[in-house]
């Protein structure tokens, strides 16, 4: 339980405008004080996590920390992160906040296409559909640089790891552009490892990859 600092609206309005998580130190009422709130997360989005639970459910407050920093999606409410203008918001700022989203939207091809479009992995905590989809993964690989994409998405969409079969075909038959040439992504990943050799010197070849 944090030290309770500010009992005052106008003291509080004031610490929180200089650092938004202060809010931690206000009292329970001012915590659920919306103007208090959003000056707040207009300051610190993850201030979002000191509001009271009613106004974790306020739209308005939600869209104002997302806006700042999209992580903030965490401290919604389910039924926010399930909310689609909130949800886009979000990831708009944060790609990766994706995963806070609802099974429902991270299912959404719109809210997920905003999420690769900022940075590729993000693809990472889409619906397996999407996962799956050629197209979203050839779209999310144009978002980062092959090698990185290629070795983070190996690592992440390996088949010993439990991963839909249809997701694993998708991203290693997905070709991207390196150096003007189009590669298939596991042509990159192995390009970008240490070779390993077998007892007789040849070049072994992960058994996923042939």
Not at 12 to 33: H, N, T, Y
Not at 83 to 102: G, I, N, Q, T, Y
Not at 135 to 162: I, K, N, Q, T, Y
Not at 187 to 200: G, I, K, Q, R
Request: with cysteine; glycine share 6%; net charge negative.
């Amino acid at each position: 339980m944090e030290e309770v600092r500010y009992c005052d609206k106008a003291t509080a309005l004031q610490a929180v405008e200089r650092d938004g998580r202060d809010l931690r130190f206000a009292s329970k009422e001012l915590r659920g004080d919306k103007e208090v709130v959003l000056q707040a997360v207009r300051a610190s989005g993850s201030a979002l996590g000191y509001a009271s639970g009613t106004l974790q459910a306020d739209k308005d407050v939600v869209l104002e920390a997302v806006r700042k920093n999209g992580f903030a999606l965490e401290f919604a409410t389910g039924a926010l992160r399930a909310d689609k203008d909130v949800v886009l918001e979000a990831v708009r700022k944060s790609s990766s906040a994706l995963m806070f989203a609802s099974s429902h939207l991270r299912a959404d091809k719109d809210v997920v296409l905003e999420a690769v479009r900022q940075h590729g992995l993000a693809l990472r905590a889409a619906s397996d559909d999407l996962q799956a989809d050629k197209d979203m993964v050839l779209l999310a690989a144009r978002h980062e640089d092959p090698a990185s994409f290629a070795h983070m998405a190996m690592d992440h969409w390996m088949p010993e790891a439990g991963i839909d079969e249809r997701i694993f075909d998708s991203v290693v038959n997905c070709s991207i552009a390196v150096e003007g040439e189009e590669c298939p992504i596991a042509t990159v990943f192995l390009a970008s490892v240490p070779a390993e050799c077998d007892s007789d010197g040849n070049i072994r070849v992960p058994e996923h990859f042939r």
